[in-house]
C-alpha cells in the first residue's frame, strides 16, 4: 500500500510505499550505469542493409516512443553484418534513451521484450543505459519518465531544428536513488500500470481493426449493389441517390466563439472538424447550436473533409466547415454518416469541398430498417471505441499523478 509522507523532505517523495522512510540519495547517472552509444563507424548499416525480416532489429525513432517499444515498423540487418559492429547491441535490463531528434523518449528492454525481439541494436540517435547489479534498471527507467526526470532531459537538450543529447551530458544527470527493496517496488508498481495499459490498448487496437474490416465489407463496393455482409433478413439492391438529396447544410458563422479563453470548468465544448474535436470549452450563452440526441449533426471540415458526429450543444472555432443535418425524412443519420466516412476521396487542393463535390457525389443505400440495423451496429462500436479511449487516458493520467509524487 502507499501512504502520503507526513513531515515531507527534498529528499523523500510525496507518496510512499508503507515501510520505507529513508532518504533517497542523489547520485551522477554514470555512477549507477554504464552509458554506451553504439557502433557509427565504417560498418554502420545503410539503406540497403535494412530488410523486412532478417536476424538483428536495428531500432529506429518508430520502435523507441513516449510510450516505450513499439514492434509496428522494423527494420533488420543480417547476423554477419550485426557481428560486424561493435558497441550497441543491447543485453537485457538496457534502457534505451533517443538522443536525437524526439529527444528523452524511454524504453526498457526486459526479459518479456527480449523474448520477443532477441536480437537488437541501436542506431546512431539513441544511447544505451547499462546499470550495474545493485540498481534496478525498471526504476531507472521510470524516473526517467517522471516529470523531475524529463525536466532534467530538457535542460541537457541542446539544438532547436534538431534537438540533441551527448553521451558526457547524460553521464552527469543527476538520479535520486531509495533502497534496492524500494526500487523493486516501484519499478514493480509501474510496469504493473504499464501492462494495464498496454493490455486496453491492445483491445481498442482489435476493435478499430475489427470496425475497419466491417467498413470494408458492409458497404457495396462501386460496381457492386449490395455489400457482401449483411444481416440475414435482407436481401434487396441498394439503391443509388446523390448525397446532396440526403443530407443538407448549414453555414456555421452564427456559432464561432467569440474568445478563446477556454477553460475546462465552463459548460461549452467548442468544436473543429480535425482529429483534436474538442478543443476547449466556452462560457458564452448566445449563439450555440443546439445538436442533440434526437437533432444531431455532422460537422464536415470544408477543407480537410474530416466529420465528426455531434450530438450536444456546442460552438465552434472557425468557419472553414459545414453543418450537416437529415434532409427528409425516412433515413437514419447516423449511417449516413457512415455513408459519408465511407466515401474514398483524398482533397487535391485547399479548397471548399461540400457544394462543389460531396453534395454531388453518387452514393447506395439500403431501405429504412436495414439502415438503422447497420447504423445502431457501428454506433455500438463507436461507444464501445470511446469507452476504451476514455478508460485508457484515466489510466494514463493516474500513471502521470503517480510519477509525479512517487520520484523526487
Not at 560498418?43 to 520502435?63: M, Q, V
Not at 439503391?239 to 479563453?261: N, R
Not at 467548442?270 to 437533432?295: C, H, P, Q, R, W
Amino acid at each position: 500500500m502507499c501512504k502520503a509522507v507526513d513531515n515531507l523532505s527534498s529528499k523523500s517523495p510525496e507518496i510512499r510505499f508503507n515501510g520505507f522512510t529513508d532518504d533517497w540519495e542523489q547520485r551522477k547517472l554514470s555512477k549507477v550505469v554504464n552509458v554506451m552509444d553504439g557502433d557509427r563507424g565504417k560498418n554502420y548499416p545503410s539503406k540497403d542493409d535494412f530488410s523486412n525480416k532478417e536476424h538483428t532489429l536495428f531500432l529506429s525513432a518508430n520502435n523507441v516512443t513516449k510510450e516505450g517499444f513499439s514492434f509496428k515498423k522494423n527494420q533488420y540487418i543480417t547476423e554477419e553484418r550485426s557481428n560486424a559492429l561493435g558497441n550497441g547491441k543491447l543485453k537485457h535490463n538496457d534502457i534505451i534513451l533517443t538522443s536525437r531528434g524526439s529527444v528523452g523518449h524511454i524504453a526498457w528492454y526486459s526479459r518479456e521484450v527480449e523474448s520477443k525481439v532477441p536480437h537488437a541494436r541501436i542506431n546512431s540517435g539513441m544511447l544505451i543505459l547499462r546499470s550495474n547489479n545493485n540498481i534496478e534498471a525498471n526504476f531507472i527507467s521510470q524516473y526517467l519518465k517522471s516529470p523531475i526526470g524529463k525536466r532534467q532531459i530538457d535542460l541537457i537538450s541542446f539544438g532547436s531544428a534538431q534537438p540533441q543529447l551527448t553521451k558526457k551530458d547524460v553521464s552527469n544527470y543527476n538520479i535520486s536513488l531509495p533502497d534496492r527493496q524500494e526500487q523493486l517496488k516501484l519499478g514493480k508498481f509501474f510496469t504493473d500500470l504499464d501492462k494495464t495499459i498496454a493490455l486496453h490498448q491492445r483491445e481498442l487496437d482489435n476493435l478499430i481493426k475489427s470496425k475497419k474490416g466491417f467498413l470494408q465489407k458492409m458497404f457495396p463496393n462501386n460496381n457492386e449493389s449490395t455489400p457482401e455482409i449483411r444481416f440475414e433478413e435482407f436481401g434487396e439492391p441498394w439503391k443509388k441517390y446523390e448525397l446532396g438529396s440526403l443530407i443538407e447544410y448549414e453555414q456555421p458563422s452564427k456559432y464561432i466563439v467569440k474568445s478563446t479563453d477556454y477553460d475546462n470548468s465552463f459548460k461549452t465544448p467548442v468544436l473543429t472538424a480535425g482529429k483534436s474535436f474538442v478543443l476547449g470549452y466556452t462560457n458564452e450563452t448566445e449563439d450555440i447550436k443546439m445538436a442533440s440526441a434526437s437533432n444531431p449533426v455532422i460537422i464536415f471540415d470544408d477543407f480537410t473533409t474530416g466529420s465528426h458526429y455531434v450530438d450536444f450543444p456546442f460552438k465552434i472555432k472557425s468557419s472553414a466547415m459545414k453543418l450537416l443535418s437529415q434532409r427528409t425524412e425516412g433515413n437514419d443519420f447516423y449511417f449516413l454518416y457512415y455513408i459519408l466516412k465511407n466515401i474514398s476521396y483524398v482533397p487535391q487542393s485547399h479548397e471548399r469541398h461540400w457544394i462543389s463535390k460531396f453534395s454531388e457525389f453518387s452514393v447506395k443505400i439500403p431501405c429504412y430498417n436495414e439502415q438503422l440495423k447497420i447504423g445502431s451496429f457501428f454506433k455500438q462500436l463507436d461507444d464501445s471505441i470511446n469507452l476504451h479511449q476514455q478508460h485508457i487516458e484515466k489510466l494514463k493520467q493516474t500513471k502521470k499523478a503517480f510519477l509525479q509524487k512517487m520520484f523526487v
